[in-house]
């Protein structure tokens, strides 16, 4: 199984061309596809609807989108009529299988006087593999500051860890109701669809734009700050880093390239990650950065499972 994520700067690549079709190119040998930075209605972007636009490269695939930055960009018609548009950012996931269901997740901010911040968050979904169920993230943290993508990680970590208690998007088939004409109006109204209820599986993947260096604070607080005697330990509550648990990987994992080049830092840098859950550590067979490709100023993250 493959997996890729990738911050596709609304399809803006290194030539400073804007091309989805490319995006699709890219990521198309991946099962599950991670993307961040997807625009709708923005006049960077031509005012297009980049979901639509990638979905209809990938026309066999399954794929869903969450505006977490949403603002108006309505129109008033010459009648007075109002053209309803909104201006939207954010992630999506794109699957070869079925997306069994989905939530999402707006992180909390702090506000700024100075720097740019925007509301972003993550896609929490189950995707039916052939292999069973897994759960899928796709996400995008903060570039602000430390603080905010530390109460960032602090809610992504919330839910994950709550999302066995909470359970799927319903619960219970109403075999608590006693009442006959209750029993009846509950399977006319089929609240199920005639569909399973969703289970939440243990195995988990995390993917997306972290804006953070390996070892740092907001590292650490997904995968554990490492023991003195034992290094990090694979909690269950938490994640492991893909890349160092892989049987093989690419020998640079810089992943963000610094576009005019004089951008701060100045040199490429890791910001993109896949974190999985102890229950897949081993089997994760490898883990590469493609960076051969000029579609962002992003490059893919892939792994490749063994199922």
């Not at 840098?269 to 859950?277: R, T």
Request: glycine share 6%.
């Amino acid at each position: 199984m493959k997996l890729v994520s990738y911050n596709i700067r609304f399809g803006l690549g290194l030539d400073q061309q804007i091309d989805l079709e490319r995006i699709a190119d890219i990521v198309k040998d991946a099962d599950i596809i991670a993307l961040q930075e997807v625009d709708r209605f923005w006049k960077r972007s031509g005012m297009t609807d980049q979901p639509e636009i990638i979905s209809s490269h990938l026309k066999t695939y399954y794929g869903l989108y969450f505006p977490a930055f949403d603002v108006d960009a309505s129109e008033v018609n010459d009648d007075g009529s109002i053209f309803n548009r909104r201006r939207q950012f954010g992630p999506m996931v794109i699957s070869r299988w079925p997306i069994r269901m989905a939530r999402y997740i707006v992180f909390p901010k702090l506000g700024t006087t100075d720097s740019l911040t925007m509301d972003t968050g993550a896609i929490e979904c189950i995707v039916d593999t052939p292999s069973g169920s897994l759960m899928v993230y796709s996400l995008h943290l903060s570039t602000a500051s430390s603080r905010d993508r530390l109460i960032q990680i602090d809610r992504l970590l919330e839910f994950y860890r709550n999302a066995p208690v909470s359970g799927g998007s319903w619960t219970g088939g109403g075999e608590a109701v006693t009442d006959s004409v209750e029993i009846k109006h509950m399977a006319e109204l089929n609240w199920s669809n005639d569909e399973p209820i969703p289970i939440i599986p243990k195995e988990a993947v995390v993917m997306g734009d972290f804006n953070m260096m390996p070892d740092c604070e907001e590292y650490n607080k997904m995968v554990g700050t490492p023991d003195p005697c034992v290094g990090r330990v694979g909690h269950l509550d938490s994640f492991l880093d893909s890349w160092v648990v892989a049987k093989e990987r690419s020998d640079d994992r810089s992943s963000w390239f610094p576009d005019p080049s004089e951008r701060k830092p100045g040199y490429p840098i890791c910001l993109d990650y896949c974190f999985i859950s102890p229950q897949l550590s081993q089997k994760v067979a490898r883990v590469w950065v493609d960076q051969d490709v000029i579609g962002s100023d992003h490059k893919p993250v892939w792994v490749e499972l063994d199922f």
